[in-house]
């Protein structure tokens, strides 16, 4: 049971570079989630997913961009990298009936310096 | 919107003590509430969550929290702690939103230390 895989697991990128953090789910869940964690300030929510096709901001969505295409994968770009996107980052799923629990499965996070 | 506070950003107890870990909510609506447990270099692992029903609910690896409607608190326990529960915990809030994913607020995190 892979759950949620995150790749790259480390990344160190130039100021004004760009990168897709890439995430996929074999759990057939409709929720994603981005999170970004930065040390004593636990997790901030950038971007979510409801199903394919859809997305929506989060609490921190500035410099960051994602899309849906298939239920499975749930990439998350970074157009310009600045100093302030270095964190690590969490892509999260969960599956929501008629009710929005939050995310029940998280991979193992993307470390990400930008120098 | 939501928040959450969590005392104390480390806590130390003796292997075999009880852990204790506290957390407080503010939501203006019912809340779901969650705590989840971060060992080093690893994601989030989901320890127990409340949603409605029985304030008193338990988890994995023998924790249980209770949700406290008057205190607005959902405080983390263990009975007795052993050399494996050192890791990082995190209480966080949902509410239900009518259909929107909203994910989770979460609060700062709180270190356990576990003293041989």
């Known amino acids: 049971n892979a759950g949620v895989t995150q790749t790259p697991k480390f990344r160190i990128l130039k100021i004004g570079q760009s990168m897709t953090l890439q995430c996929t789910q074999d759990m057939n869940h409709n929720y994603m989630y981005w999170y970004r964690q930065d040390p004593g300030m636990g997790l901030k929510l950038i971007y979510y997913?409801?199903?394919?096709?859809?997305?929506d901001k989060g609490e921190v969505p500035n410099g960051y961009n994602v899309s849906r295409s298939t239920t499975e994968d749930f990439p998350l770009r970074l157009e310009l990298a600045a100093p302030s996107q270095t964190s690590v980052y969490f892509c999260?799923?969960?599956?929501?009936?008629?009710?929005?629990?939050?995310?029940?499965?998280f991979g193992d996070g993307t470390r990400l310096s930008i120098l | 919107a939501q928040s959450v506070t969590q005392l104390g950003s480390h806590v130390s107890v003796s292997e075999g003590a009880l852990v204790l870990l506290r957390c407080n909510y503010s939501s203006s609506v019912p809340p779901y509430l969650f705590w989840y447990v971060q060992y080093p270099n690893q994601g989030l692992q989901l320890l127990l969550k409340y949603t409605t029903g029985a304030t008193l609910v338990k988890g994995i690896n023998g924790f249980e929290a209770e949700f406290k409607k008057s205190e607005t608190s959902f405080h983390l326990t263990k009975p007795s702690a052993h050399m494996s529960d050192a890791a990082e915990y995190f209480c966080a809030v949902s509410v239900p939103s009518g259909g929107g994913a909203d994910g989770l607020t979460f609060g700062k995190g709180t270190h356990l230390i576990i003293q041989p």
């Open positions: 997913s409801v199903g394919a096709g859809i997305t």
């Open positions: 999260a799923s969960s599956y929501v009936g008629t009710e929005p629990l939050g995310p029940q499965h």
